[in-house]
């Protein structure tokens, strides 16, 4: 997907704003969003599917990681929606949601343990065998590390992406916030990851909360930090395709376009905004 540039979180809080967006290659819209059969999309997304933009849909309840069996709906719903956007490939979770059937409300991570390697990449087959296109895995930002795990991050992710052949959705927030909170270098985790698998890469902001921890909040803009491990991934594979999650306390169209033409200026890609004419809000 690296033809695609930058791109950007579908939410219908900001689709007026989406419209203005003249260089916008692709989007990104939450899978348990869209309708299922018979249903209808929002016009808005529809529009930028007959713009050409691409759509990816993102699920987040599959519960890849749980260790009961998947829900048949839930795999159908996402390859509906592939179907429905005319997607070039869909993305999930490392993570478990659910157990029990009490929803956790939450993506949570998942010892890094062999058994929960095979947990994730006999369900992770089994999503991609009844999906129309490619699924790209997205390893999730955690406040809390389970114990005596067996594997480091990068070493867990790795058996996840060679044994599923599955795309690797890298988070770079996340990449910064795990490092930090762990007290390890971030550009040390990015070299040991299977950086020729990524299918796209996830941006967003966070913030420091009074523990001290780093909370990857999708709420505040884009540290500087996070910026430059952009560039730092960009100078060690091919520029992937970027995408700029924003899920609340949208700030004014300038300031949002701002933070997207500095992620592109951070990869060296062009700029989305080129010939915009912002609005003075996004609602």
């Known amino acids: 997907m690296g033809a695609y540039g930058v791109g950007i979180g579908w939410r219908q809080e900001i689709a007026g704003y989406l419209a203005t967006l003249p260089g916008l290659r692709f989007v990104e819209v939450i899978a348990e969003s869209l309708p299922g059969p018979g249903g209808s999309a929002p016009p808005e997304l529809m529009e930028l599917c007959d713009r050409g933009v691409a759509v990816v849909p993102h699920g987040m309840r599959l519960n890849l990681g749980g260790a009961e069996p998947l829900e048949p709906g ?14 070039p490939l869909c993305s999930e979770h490392i993570a478990f949601v659910r157990a029990g059937g009490t929803e956790a409300g939450h993506l949570l991570p998942l010892p890094r343990s062999w058994d929960a390697v095979h947990t994730i990449v006999d369900n992770a087959r089994r999503t991609m065998a009844e999906l129309p296109v490619p699924l790209a895995l997205e390893p999730i930002a955690a406040l809390l590390e389970w114990p005596d795990d067996e594997l480091t991050e990068a070493q867990f992710l790795t058996e996840i992406i060679e044994r599923t052949e599955a795309g ?13 909170n762990r007290g390890e270098d971030p550009l040390a985790l990015l070299d040991a990851l299977p950086l020729e698998r990524v299918a796209y890469v996830h941006i967003a902001g966070g913030s420091v909360r009074e523990d001290g921890l780093y909370h990857d909040t999708h709420t505040d803009p884009t540290p500087p930090e996070v910026l430059e491990l952009i560039t730092a991934l960009c100078e060690r594979c091919d520029p992937p395709a970027l995408m700029l999650e924003r899920d609340g306390h949208y700030p004014p169209s300038d ?28 609602a």
């Open 168 to 180: 690797l959705l890298l988070d770079i927030a996340n990449v910064y916030a795990n490092a930090r």
């Open 74 to 87: 839930r795999v159908a719903h996402l390859a509906h929606c592939a179907s429905l956007v005319g997607a």
């Open 255 to 282: 300031e949002l376009t701002a933070e997207l033409d500095a992620i592109a200026d951070a990869a060296g890609r062009p700029r989305i905004t080129v010939g915009a004419t912002p609005t003075a809000a996004l």
